[in-house]
């Protein structure tokens, strides 16, 4: 007992569970405000106000959304498998959760001498999370499977359907793509490939991995945003929820919490996959001006901008046709991927890099 | 992360299920469709493309599988490990093409054979395509 006591309030761990809390709090939080963001976005696009009656400029919308849908009823279609109608957006929640947990936002700290050693910002440091990411977010997929699966409802069969086809065609773009920039870093720690991005090209240019090897990394980036948009089910890519074609897709018939957590992984998943682009790609906390022990400051500027990205192209592009969409995945992507694997190897092993 | 996400997702689902109200009707249990009553189960058939697609993804998924140790160990291996995985590349790549080739991959009119050997889809092959031979 005395021996659970001591590691409870040991620094050590109260800071791990602080650094738990606050990344668990700030993806819940984040959603709120992606929605806000989005909603605030298309407003601004398409030259209308967007929400602005509850609070100040419409701040506590999401708020309001948040205690509207937990109020509502909570509808199942007589014909639905109840323990998998229940479990699936479980599942989504869950899978959107842990897949932050691997991803470093600041460089090793002591939080200003609290600590003996100091410690990474990070839930859990692995040294294959690139590998834990990748197997994470596909769990995703399971959630609305099995939500198209269970409703038994034709839309939601079909954007079940439709989802998990695209989310494994465009997976294996994405892998092509990591392993590209694993292979450049030498390594699968998240962590470590954000530290090989310190510093700068003749004093200018930094070291970021979009820049490594120009035009390969700038190439593997763009095919890892553009399999990252599709993997988070976003336009131009949203065909599992394509209002126009499948009413919401897989979560036509969910109402009340279980379509609030359906969204809230859909918008953490959003967070997830811009927060890995940034380790990966753009440098992680790694930038100049700000001291590396701020280097957070650099990472959320970074997210922030990978976000607004996402909700720009969703209110410029027009969603793809599904033949289009596969035919891109399949002919364009994946052998783009494939030869730019071998020769940023062959670019690797030419400049010894 | 994972026990703190199963916390949300449960205690939403406990929550929502206990504060909202529950008073079933016959027309909020049926599955949606747009309205009307719902025809049949929706459980039927589908598309075996998505089977396909699923197959060649298993297959190539092991194939990236396969490029992470060698991705790890490649400064070791140098060119000779280069030349063997371009060489392992080369082998699947017979199998992509004739995946291609076999039109796996395509999903849309262009995949019908009643829609390719059509004469030049004029308004009523398309019209035919579109609302099928019934009509």
């Known amino acids: ?353 | 992360m994972v026990a703190l996400g199963a916390v949300v997702g449960l205690g939403g689902l406990v929550i929502s299920g206990l504060v909202g109200p529950s008073n079933p009707t016959p027309e909020k249990e049926a599955a949606y469709e747009c309205g009307m009553p719902p025809v049949g189960d929706a459980r039927e058939r589908q598309s075996v493309k998505f089977y396909l697609i699923a197959m060649i993804f298993l297959l190539f998924d092991i194939e990236v599988a396969f490029l992470y140790p060698w991705a790890m160990a490649m400064r070791d291996l140098g060119w000779p490990g280069l030349l063997q995985i371009t060489l392992f590349f080369a082998i699947l790549v017979v199998g992509y093409a004739y995946i291609w080739r076999k039109g796996v991959l395509d999903w849309g009119p262009e995949s019908d054979p009643d829609y390719k050997h059509a004469p030049r889809p004029g308004p009523a092959v398309i019209k035919r395509y579109r609302y099928g031979t019934r009509h």
Not at chain 1, 26 to 34: E, G, P
Not at chain 1, 297 to 313: D, E, G, N, Q, R
């Open chain 1, 1 to 353: 007992m005395s021996g659970v006591l001591d590691w409870l309030t040991m620094p050590q761990t109260i800071f791990f569970l602080a650094v738990t809390g606050v990344v668990f709090l700030a993806l819940q939080v984040s959603a709120a405000v992606f929605v806000y963001a989005e909603r605030k976005v298309a407003a601004f696009m398409q030259q209308r106000y967007g929400p602005y009656l509850v609070g100040p400029k419409g701040l506590l919308q999401p708020i309001a959304d948040i205690v509207k849908l937990v109020f509502k009823e909570e509808l199942r279609p007589k014909a639905a498998d109840g323990l998998l109608f229940a479990a699936a957006p479980v599942i989504s929640a869950i899978a959107a959760f842990a897949a932050f947990a691997p991803v470093p936002f600041g460089a090793s700290t002591t939080f200003f001498g609290l600590l003996p050693e100091p410690m990474p910002l990070q839930v859990a440091d692995i040294n294959v999370a690139v590998l834990v990411i990748f197997a994470i977010t596909s769990m995703g997929v399971y959630g609305i499977v099995l939500a198209g699966w269970a409703s038994n409802s034709k839309y939601s069969l079909l954007g079940g359907l439709r989802s998990s086809a695209q989310m494994i065609s465009y997976e294996l773009a994405y892998g092509m793509s990591l392993a590209t920039i694993c292979m450049i870093a030498g390594s699968l720690s998240l962590r470590e490939i954000v530290d090989a991005q310190a510093g700068y090209y003749f004093g200018v240019i930094p070291k970021w991995n979009v820049f490594v090897l120009f035009p390969t990394g700038f190439i593997a980036f763009l095919v890892f945003g553009t399999a990252g948009v599709a993997e988070t089910n976003r336009a131009p890519f949203d065909f599992p929820e394509a209002e126009q074609e499948l009413v919401a897709g897989y979560h036509t018939e969910y109402s009340s919490m279980k379509f609030a957590l359906f969204f809230l992984a859909e918008y953490i998943n959003m967070v997830t996959a811009a927060a890995v682009t940034t380790n990966l790609f753009l440098g992680g906390w790694h930038g100049p001006l700000i001291p590396e022990a701020y280097g957070w400051i650099w990472f959320l500027i970074k997210l922030f901008v990978l976000c607004f990205v996402y909700l720009w192209l969703r209110w410029t592009l027009p969603r793809f046709r599904y033949d289009q969409l596969m035919a891109f995945g399949w002919k364009l992507l994946l052998p783009l991927a494939t030869i730019n694997l071998l020769v940023s190897a062959a670019g690797v092993l030419y400049f010894g890099l």
